[in-house]
């Protein structure tokens, strides 16, 4: 086995973590809210099941990012899928920081005083 199967099959294996991440963590949002949707207020538990859900599409996106450019930068370097691989980074960077802002309600590099200010 090459060096480039190795770095393959680890950028691989950080894309699967992030796929789980993103399946396992929907799941459980999803099993918290249906067993306390009941015990909360309307608004509260779907506000919670969303910043749950959000959180774990976040994560796991983070984590397919990182098998993306590994894969591509260690195993395919053509300027052609360094190209791919920077539009599909633009792209997962841009839902990462739309969901941020609809999970948390401020953007990520805003501190938790632009929050206190907006209430």
Do not use: K
Not at 34 to 53: I, K, M, S
Not at 96 to 115: D, N, Y
């Amino acid at each position: 086995m090459q060096f480039t199967d190795i770095i393959s099959i680890a950028g691989y294996a950080i894309e699967a973590v992030g796929v789980l991440v993103i399946v396992i963590g929907s799941a459980i949002s999803s099993l918290v809210f249906l067993r306390t949707v009941r015990a909360r207020a309307e608004g509260v538990a779907y506000r919670c099941y969303r910043r749950q859900l959000g959180r774990s599409i976040i994560l796991g996106l983070e984590f397919l990012i990182a098998g993306d450019i590994i894969r591509t930068v260690v195993v395919a370097d053509t300027l052609e899928n360094v190209a791919i691989l920077g539009l599909i980074i633009i792209v997962r960077a841009f839902l990462s920081l739309t969901l941020h802002l609809e999970v948390e309600g401020r953007w990520p590099w805003q501190g938790e005083a632009a929050l206190a200010r907006r209430d």
